[in-house]
């Protein structure tokens, strides 16, 4: 029975929550939408899955850019895992309505809540509340195994009712400005050239100049950039170099780069 999860990552928590579940699924290939090109799989899959962390309170625009792929791979049952830091708000709803559009069912979907890497805006909390998110995110991945395996058509999980009204209003508003909001991205005297952003930013968006990184205005606010810099050296505006860098635990930077 072929199957396949495509995720989209930066600190590693959706690369995380699709290496559990295609365990727990069994016979699933592990696909970065990153790193996708037409052609990679054959279509008539039996299961698809998009796993990927909720931006701005939707999807991040490379999985809406990938669903036209998706459609091209004729999914018999879909199912997706917003990641996020605690407001799944409409994003799995507006998944729903992109996926109806191409004549795709979004036939379950379900709210992971990980610790946020998130940095302008504080710290991922302490590792007792990190560790609790993994316990907790292990326990429902589990759980969503199960109806993936059954193909169970259930309702997609949403946030509260405010959440889905403002939070789309902003999604909207912020989601066409994301390209330019790298703007605020720096280094300190700590960067040691290493490159390693470059390497591990998704949209290909940096470039290095006398071995230091240059932001070109395709930014998607992933922050794999500033969360896996080894040196701690990139900062978005004022706030940022008192707060930890935070990525999943289990996952390694070769993980990422890997899969790039």
């Known amino acids: 029975m072929r199957k396949a999860i495509f995720y989209y990552t930066g600190s590693g928590n959706s690369l995380w929550a699709a290496r559990l ?19 990679k799989i054959e279509p008539g899959l039996e299961a698809a899955g998009l796993v990927f962390p909720v931006h701005m309170w939707g999807v991040p625009p490379p999985v809406l850019k990938f669903t036209d792929e998706l459609k091209s791979l004729q999914p018999k049952y879909v199912f997706a895992l917003g990641v996020n830091a605690g407001q799944i708000a409409n994003t799995l709803v507006q998944l729903k309505s992109v996926l109806k559009k191409k004549n795709l069912m979004l036939n379950s979907g379900f709210d992971i809540k990980m610790p946020s ?33 059954n193909r169970e058509t259930k309702s997609v999980e949403t946030g509260r009712l405010w959440q889905r009204i403002i939070f789309t209003a902003v999604y909207h508003l912020a989601t066409p400005n994301l390209a330019k909001m790298d703007r605020s991205f720096k280094t300190d005297k700590k960067c040691n050239k290493c490159g390693i952003c470059a390497k591990v930013c998704p949209a290909q968006n940096i470039s290095l100049t006398d071995g230091k990184p240059v932001w070109n205005y395709k930014c998607e606010q992933c922050y794999a950039c500033l969360e896996w810099c080894p040196q701690e050296a990139i900062q978005y505006g004022k706030n940022t170099e008192k707060y930890p860098r935070y990525h999943q635990p289990e996952i390694q930077l070769k993980d990422v780069l890997n899969k790039r």
Request: charged content about 20%; hydrophobic content about 35%; glycine content about 10%.
């Open 117 to 149: 890497n998130y940095v302008p805006w504080g710290d991922p909390g302490t590792m007792e509340h990190q560790q609790q998110c993994f316990d907790v995110a292990r326990q429902k991945i589990t759980q969503i195994s199960a109806v993936v395996k």
């Open 21 to 39: 579940l295609a365990k727990e699924l069994g016979d699933t290939e592990l696909i970065a939408i990153s790193g996708y090109y037409t052609g």
